[in-house]
C-alpha cells in the first residue's frame, strides 16, 4: 500500500491509502474542515523525520570544531565559513556569524 504525504490548510497528514481518492478520504474523516493544498505520493514505503533538524537530539556538539572544520573548509573565508556552518549545524545566520567570528578571533 502506497504511502502519502497530505498537506492542509492545517495540517501534515503522512498516511497509507490505495490510492489518492481512499488518502483524500482519510483527510476528510480525521479533519473534515481542512483543504488539501498538496498530495504526494511518496516513493518508498517508509517516512523518516530527522530528530537532529527538530532539534531532539541529545548529543552535544563541538561547536568550536565544527566552526574550525567550516573555516577550514572555506579557506578562511567568512562568508562561506557562516553558509557552511549554517548548513553542518541549522543554525541561523546569527548564531552562525557568532560562533564563526569567534573561532576566526580564536586563530582556529
Known amino acids: 500500500m502506497p504511502l ?3 498537506e492542509t490548510d492545517s495540517h501534515i ?3 497509507w491509502a490505495t490510492d489518492e481518492q481512499a488518502a483524500r478520504q482519510v483527510v476528510a474523516q ?3 474542515g481542512d483543504q488539501v493544498t498538496r498530495m504526494t505520493k511518496r516513493p518508498r ?3 523518516v523525520i530527522s530528530k537532529g533538524v527538530l532539534g531532539l537530539t541529545t548529543s552535544h556538539m563541538d561547536i568550536c570544531g565544527v566552526a574550525r572544520e567550516c ?3 572555506s579557506s578562511g573565508d567568512k562568508v562561506h565559513a557562516i553558509r557552511l556552518y549554517m548548513h553542518e549545524t541549522g543554525s541561523d545566520l546569527e548564531k552562525a556569524r557568532k560562533v564563526i567570528e569567534s573561532n576566526m578571533v580564536m586563530g582556529w
Do not use: G, N, R
Request: no cysteine; charged share 20%; aromatic share 20%.
Open 71 to 73: 573555516l577550514s573548509k
Open 13 to 15: 497528514i503522512i498516511t
Open 30 to 32: 480525521a479533519y473534515p
Open 45 to 47: 514505503d517508509t517516512w
Open 4 to 6: 502519502f504525504e497530505i
